[in-house]
């Protein structure tokens, strides 16, 4: 039994937990073709709004994005 209340916080070099959350929040409604396609600007947001994400905007880089974004499409093809 975990509880959410001792997970460790979530940075932007976590792209892996990141693309887990995002998983985990929209689960199937993304597909490889579809997170490809997300505006940087959304996909930012999201990530912001990840529980125990303690990142802040201003730390945030394409770089990251991209990162993310690719952990992304392969955290959903693993649960395909």
Same mark, same amino acid.
């Given at each position: 039994?975990?509880?959410?209340?001792?997970? /460790?916080? =979530?940075?932007?070099?976590?792209? +892996? &937990? $990141?693309?887990?959350? /995002?998983?985990? #929040?929209?689960? &199937?409604?993304?597909?490889?073709? #579809? $997170?490809?396609? =997300?505006?940087?600007?959304?996909? %930012?947001?999201?990530? /912001?709004? %990840?529980?125990?994400?303690?990142?802040?905007?201003?730390?945030?880089? +394409?770089?990251? %994005?991209?990162? =993310?974004?690719?952990?992304?499409?392969?955290?959903?093809?693993?649960?395909?």
């Amino acid at each position: 039994m975990t509880s959410k209340i001792f997970e /460790l916080p =979530i940075h932007w070099a976590d792209h +892996e &937990d $990141i693309a887990m959350g /995002l998983y985990e #929040k929209f689960g &199937d409604d993304f597909d490889e073709s #579809k $997170i490809y396609r =997300i505006r940087f600007t959304d996909l %930012l947001e999201w990530i /912001l709004s %990840l529980p125990n994400f303690a990142g802040t905007r201003e730390e945030s880089s +394409e770089g990251h %994005l991209e990162q =993310i974004q690719s952990a992304w499409v392969y955290e959903w093809r693993d649960n395909q």
